[in-house]
């Protein structure tokens, strides 16, 4: 059996103690791959810290999270960071998006650097991975003007089943993360009615650990306790869960 882990922070400080152990852990689980999201400038010597030491497991995104949009001029440190690692060396273009949970100051900017990033990942025809957080509504209208010319995933997706149609529509993947398994979610109808080609699974480590970790760190290695879930869900094995989505995972990025 083979998982993939599409979206993990493994070089998050929260690791720094007992990186090897988890990255062991996770691959004695059966997950042989780790996809490692950017955030911002800063975050890329780390992503590459840990490209070069599990060099055949962790493979690198380079984007700018919405979160991180906090200036005026955001175009001159995504230049920067695209000059820095250039997205032909890379999987995807991500995390991007937007995100109006905490502040709607850089609303503008945010989807400034959002269309901005998406055209390199057109440029250099590479998926992208989608952070939206209460701004849906403004995310598709955004890759509704692509015309389904990018593909990507939308990250940790917990939306509704009709925000999922209109996404699988425009051919993103919908990445599924621990909280599929929380007893408030609509990720059992999504998962219900979709079309499991469009499923991809994620831990978005050390954040949104699955039950029965909840308050604790996440880690890869529980990507187990999400595709058990998943597979409840569909009426299969844990075995034909990892074949499904590991398949689709490489499909879009690899």
């Not at 820095?84 to 609303?107: M, R």
């Amino acid at each position: 059996m083979i998982l993939i882990d599409t979206h993990c922070h493994l070089y998050d400080e929260d690791f720094d103690l007992d990186r090897d152990e988890i990255v062991a852990k996770a691959l004695e689980k059966g997950i042989k791959k780790i996809f490692l999201p950017g955030l911002d400038l800063e975050c890329l010597p780390k992503i590459d810290n840990c490209i070069a030491k599990y060099p055949d497991v962790c493979f690198q995104m380079v984007g700018m999270h919405p979160c991180y949009v906090q200036t005026h001029e955001p175009l001159e440190i995504l230049e920067q960071m695209f000059s820095i690692q250039s997205p032909q060396n890379c999987i995807a273009v991500g995390e991007i998006g937007l995100d109006y949970h905490w502040d709607l100051t850089f609303k503008n900017a945010q989807k400034m650097a959002f269309r901005y990033q998406i055209d390199i990942a057109l440029k250099y025809n590479k998926p992208i991975a989608i952070h939206s957080r209460n701004a849906m509504t403004d995310t598709i209208e955004i890759l509704k003007e692509y015309n389904s010319k990018i593909k990507g995933v939308l990250h940790c997706f917990s939306g509704t089943y009709l925000e999922a149609e209109e996404l699988t529509k425009l051919g993103f993947y919908l990445g599924i993360g621990g909280v599929v398994t929380y007893k408030k979610t609509d990720l059992v109808e999504v998962l219900s009615k979709i079309n499991p080609k469009y499923i991809i699974l994620e831990t978005d480590s050390p954040y949104l650990p699955p039950t029965p970790y909840r308050g604790k760190r996440n880690e890869p290695s529980y990507l187990i306790e999400i595709a058990t879930k998943v597979g409840d869900i569909w009426g299969v094995s844990i075995e034909e869960v990892a074949k499904v989505t590991t398949a689709n995972a490489e499909m879009l990025f690899l």
